[in-house]
């Protein structure tokens, strides 16, 4: 039924001289979330995006929601420049539609059409209250508004505004590296951050034989659920051995501690990793005060061994907001699946909530911390998930 | 492939070579349905009359009494469900006596049977899953319309004195106009026990294809006499009503096959597995700290144990390095809802739960092979306590 769709981006046109990198951007990853679906031309205006479909505007219309740095979009009607023709489609764009009141609001930037702006409004507005007697007229606050425009090639309305992710467009930043652990937290973080233009990246610690395979797989999934988001719609996942640290560790004389010292692990790895690949930042789902090792003092002995910026996009949020997020991303169901990861296996009695500098310096002065480090390095896996 | 041992039969089992080869004529030469009027059709319901035949030999029940499923599960479900939908007993729901150790197919049935009125009661069970008849006895009520117990646990492997609830059940009939329905879940049971249906008194009884060396997508429901039971399934007339749906031969094939070998060869299998078992439990002595959960009259082929301080998890994934599949005594340790109602059931403690590995053996296997698991074993759990402890 509606032949075009309008598509929003409030915040990137605020963007001053950066402007045009942006919406270039934008548009290519819109054009590159439709692959694959039919549709026709995408143009440009006036700060707006505009998609012609092919009567399939509601597959369009999903695809562009998990599109970031669209604010909305709405799906647009044509009709011929007469007004009969577009009082019948001020009914079609309103109907199904749950409303009280509603008002409408119509733009002529053409103006060889015979009537004005308000002589329309009060047009519609009457043929309106005639056909749909529910409805009353508010014009300061409507449920509904009825956007008219009318144009050289035809008059466009539309009502309905569909919310979109907002954001920046994906790879608008730089890339960040997330330690990706299979939980229902890290997914979140990685989704927060693409919502801020970083072209994410996993790195997953596998500690077969004491995981099995199927907890690889179940990260492998996690990533492949992340990729639409990402930039180019492909996620990267790098999955490093973390068993001769997990031998090293159970070995080792502070078993209170071996959380706080698993994560300076990953912490060393992934900066390395880091920087061998150009990422600016790391990326962690901790949550503060949630588990052992997300209290303050914890994060702050676990930071302490590199200076690239650690990003924790969930520091501040609830579980429940954590898992509502989780939900609508779609890695809820995926990231409670039964399966353990390394910090799963190796939970001792009482860990440590308040680790010092002093003891883990201690307790790793009896570890060969670099070569470790090394060892995981050298045997890292890399796969791409999504499109290609 | 070749140097794979697999211990994991209680699971599913590889199928048999001549049962392959049995089923090869009736995916694409003889691929008839028995519904159809011509001679294509009327091959396939040849073969159908025949599978029923000979698997009513092997049984000893009568052709009439056999209906072919697409698994255990749904024989399971046909069995319990089938009655609590008979018009009567929809209308006025009774009581069920089981055990907590049976199968999720049977315990998830009467769990959504308890939420339509019928009321279950469960008999108390050993510290190796053994149960009294006697105590089937103090349950018994006015409104006992089933007894639902299987043959060989899944898990442990104790076996069920099913002849002596048999004849417990048919004694408490004899004053009954609503008679006790006995059903027995004998999926691990066929092949490892002599079962005489005639003779056994049992009502219902369910098996299953892919334990037994079948393929998958075969399962089988005994029914006594003529069919009391109601559909779950409302289609054409096939399996007269009560399953329909157009036959799968080729399954049905190679599960006649397969319960037709496991039949014939039970008893030296037996013994073998006999054998085999013994090995395996010498074997093990040498490790220190191991317990076993089995009974010790049990199923030959299934073996229950735990190694202390050591996962059964990890353990299983060791193995694995090794070609070593065994399964895990509880699915998943980290999460509550793993733990196995098997070994919970029994009272074990939860750490031997989560410790708890489950072996189960094939006539296939030979004493070389079980002396390298024995072997792997020791070096495997001595190797993961050094690392945890």
Known sequence: ????????????SLKGRNRKFF??????????????????????????????????????????????????????????????QIKKGAIQVIQGQEA????????????????????????????????CPQLRVDVHKPDLVLNVEIRREGAFLYSRVIPCLGGLPAGSSGKGLLLLSGGIDSPVAAFLSMKRGVNVEGLHFHSYPFTSERSKEKVIELARQLSPYNTEGVFRLWIASFTEIQRALQQNRYPSLSITLMRRFMMRIGAALAAKEQSYALITGDSLGQVASQTMESIYVINAVTTTPVYRPLIGLDKQEIIDL??????????????????????PKNPATRPTLEQVFQAERELDVEGLVQESLAGIEVFELGKK | ??????????ATTAVAEEVVQAMEPYWSIQYGNPSSPHLRGIAAEKTMQSCRRQLAELLEADPSELYFTSSGTEANNLALQGIARIPFLARNPGHIIT??????????????????GWEISFLTVGSRGEIDPQEMKTLFRNETKLVSIMFVNNEIGTIAPIQ????????????????????????????????????????????????????KGAGLLYQRGKNRLKPLLFGGNQEKGLRPGTENIPAIVGFTKAAQLVTENREANVKHLQQLRRQLLEGIKDIKDYSIHNHPNGAPHILNMSFKGVRGEVLVHFLEQKRIFVAMGAACSSRRRGMSHVLEGIGLPADEILGA????LSPELTPNQIHYVIYSLKETVEEIRNIYM
């Open chain 2, 99 to 116: 055990t907590p150790l049976e199968h999720p197919s049977v315990l998830n049935v009467l769990k959504y049977l308890e939420t339509l």
């Open chain 1, 23 to 84: 919406e270039d951007l934008l548009l290519k990853n819109i054009r590159s979330s439709l692959d694959g679906i039919p549709h026709g031309r995408i143009g440009k205006t006036f700060g707006r995006v505009y998609i012609r479909t092919e009567s399939n505007w509601e597959q369009i219309s999903r695809r562009l929601q998990r599109v970031f740095g669209i604010v909305s979009v709405s799906p647009v009607l044509k009709k011929e420049l007469d007004l009969e």
């Open chain 1, 1 to 12: 039924m509606y032949p075009i769709i309008l598509v929003r981006y409030g915040e990137l």
């Open chain 2, 357 to 360: 590995i489950r072996i189960s």
């Open chain 2, 1 to 10: 492939m070749q140097n794979e041992i697999y211990l994991d039969n209680s």
């Open chain 1, 326 to 347: 989780a939900v609508q991303i779609g890695t809820y169901e995926t990231s409670i699946l039964p399966y353990e990861d390394c910090c799963t296996v190796f939970i």
């Open chain 2, 164 to 215: 002596e609830l048999a004849e417990l059940i048919q004694a408490e009939n004899k004053d009954r106009h609503q008679k006790i329905l006995f059903h027995v879940d004998a999926v691990q049971a066929l092949g490892y026990i002599p079962l005489s249906l005639q003779s056994l008194g049992v009502d219902l009884m369910t098996f299953s294809g892919h334990k037994i060396f079948g393929p």
């Open chain 1, 100 to 131: 009280q009141t509603f008002k409408v609001e119509t733009r002529r930037p053409y103006k060889g059409f015979p009537l004005i702006s308000p002589e329309i409004n009060s047009a519609l507005g009457a043929h309106i209250l005639n056909a």
